[in-house]
């Protein structure tokens, strides 16, 4: 057990509808990154909060949107949903920081999202 | 910026024989290198990482990878593969004082045969 829990474990629903997948960070871990995993894409970097700010952006489209809340649990909004966005959406947590200490990212076992 | 690249996304290896995974990476700044492992149906669990030190570094399942600054590589082995090493392993890079933003390469699938 990483000591990261997302929720939900899967979500089915129609395109074109707008869902929230949640992220509970490892007790004292500031930073949460948010990683797609697609068959034909693999392991894409989507966006990094750090205390509640963002920090870093990958390959996150404008349908999707992410936020840190003050008790660090983070949501990954994904609207206008598409077949397309079917994928494996996971959740890591690490201590994080700008002296980079402590750098190993936990990842959580994943919310399996399908688009019919 | 950063960045991973792993050769090979298959590599089959009989039960009994060496595993090696290849990873190489790009950073400006001399890196923390990550080697994870993902069980199907599971998130990434880490095997071992390199942050100083010791360039030899000894993770779980009886993996280990070497940390070559002149290669820039960072490949994983494991003397003798079992049937229960089958899984997916990914290469990751951070740079340290970067709020660790982690890059990771696009994963060796490891199949071992009977």
Redesign the interface.
Same mark, same amino acid.
């Given at each position: 057990d990483?000591g %990261?829990t997302q929720t939900p474990k899967h979500l089915i629903t129609a395109t074109g509808q707008r869902v929230t997948l949640r992220c509970s960070p490892r007790s004292g871990d500031l930073?949460v @990154?948010w @990683?797609q995993q697609s068959l034909d894409q693999?392991?894409q =970097?989507l966006i /990094?909060y @750090?205390n509640g700010e963002e920090? $870093?952006k990958g390959n996150i489209l404008e349908r999707f949107s992410a936020q840190q809340f003050p008790d660090l649990h983070s949501e990954l909004n994904l609207s206008s949903l598409e077949l397309g966005d079917s994928a494996l959406y +996971?959740c $890591?947590s690490? %201590?994080?920081? $700008? /002296?980079?200490n402590n750098?190993? $990212? +936990? =990842?959580? /076992?994943?919310t399996r999202l399908t688009v019919v | 910026a950063q960045s991973v690249t792993q050769l090979g996304s298959h590599v089959s290896v009989s039960e009994g024989a060496l595993v090696l995974l290849r990873c190489n990476y790009s950073s400006s700044v001399p890196p923390y290198l990550f080697w994870y492992v993902q069980y199907p149906n599971q998130g990434l669990q880490l095997l071992l990482k390199y942050t100083t030190g010791a360039t030899l570094v000894k993770g779980i399942n009886g993996f280990e990878a070497e940390f070559k600054k002149s290669e820039t590589s960072f490949h994983l082995t494991k003397p003798s593969a079992h049937m229960s090493d089958a899984a997916e392993y990914f290469c990751a890079v951070c740079r340290p004082g970067n709020f660790n933003k982690f890059y990771f390469g696009s994963g060796t699938k490891l199949n071992v045969k009977p």
């Open positions: 990483s %990261v930073s @990154y @990683y693999g392991l =970097f /990094q @750090y920090r $870093a +996971f $890591a690490s %201590v994080g920081g $700008a /002296q980079g750098p190993e $990212a +936990f =990842f959580g /076992q994943g | -």
